[in-house]
């Protein structure tokens, strides 16, 4: 399986401020299509998980342009340009380049 | 807008099957991919396996000799049974309908049911 690690599993952050989470896999996710094959979700309290980022750098519908998803290979990072209320959770990385899709181990973005 | 709900036993014994049905509204289950998946404190999320509308499968290895998957699209719901749980199966289990079309990524999910295997 492809083992996705996520850095740091806790992110305390001011609002108003710029947030950043890293993403790495166990083997690169660049598939020969030139996509690179990494989700990015949020969980917000009480609720399931919600898609932000999808093929490392596309946004979903609807999801805010101050998220950002960049990386190739095997270096993802996933980023917010201000921290709002609206934001915390926990955010997730997950590969969907082969089954079984497996995810990171989730950050923990609070409010400081 | 699509939703997702799933449904079935918050308590189940160990050693027996855990079963599951998800119950799709606003969209139709055929064309596309559905899936389970479980968050456990111990062991995040995992996902378990998935099911095409027309009914081919696959499953994580982890669990494939355990689990099977089955869908009723005359009723726009699809199913999980999970044999032989223990207590380490305790998880909130959504079901999620994926695209797998080389975009990849799970665009709805349930709210998610928790399961407890105990005595």
């Known amino acids: 399986d492809i083992v996705m690690t996520q850095s740091p599993l806790s992110l305390p952050v001011t609002l108003g401020e710029p947030a950043s989470i890293s993403c790495r896999s166990s083997?690169?996710?660049?598939?020969?299509?030139?996509?690179?094959?990494v989700d990015w979700y949020l969980q917000k309290p009480g609720q399931s998980p919600q898609l932000i980022i999808y093929?490392?750098?596309n946004r979903a519908s609807g999801v805010p342009d101050r998220f950002s998803g960049s990386g190739s290979g095997t270096d993802f990072t996933l980023k917010i340009s201000r921290v709002e209320a609206e934001d915390v959770g926990v955010y997730y990385c997950?590969?969907?380049?082969?089954?079984?899709?497996?995810f990171g181990q989730g950050t923990k973005v609070e409010i400081k | 807008q699509v939703q997702l709900q799933e449904s079935g036993p918050g308590l189940v014994k160990p050693s027996e099957t855990l079963s599951l049905t998800c119950t799709v509204s606003?969209?139709?289950?055929?064309?596309?991919?559905w899936s389970w998946i479980r968050q456990s404190p111990g062991k995040g999320l995992e996902w378990i396996g998935y099911?095409?509308?027309?009914?081919?499968?696959n499953y994580n290895p982890s669990l494939a000799s355990r689990v099977s998957m089955s869908v009723d699209t005359s009723k726009n719901q699809f199913s999980l049974r999970l044999s032989s749980v223990t207590a380490a199966d305790t998880a909130v289990y959504y079901c999620?309908?994926?695209?797998?079309?080389?975009?990849?990524?799970?665009?709805?999910w349930g709210q998610g049911t928790l399961v407890t295997v105990s005595s």
């Open positions: 093929l490392a750098s």
């Open positions: 997950m590969q969907p380049l082969e089954t079984p899709w497996t």
């Open positions: 999620t309908r994926d695209r797998r079309d080389g975009y990849n990524y799970v665009d709805y």
């Open positions: 099911i095409y509308y027309s009914g081919s499968t």
């Open positions: 083997q690169s996710l660049l598939y020969s299509n030139g996509h690179n094959y």
């Open positions: 606003g969209g139709s289950i055929s064309g596309y991919y």
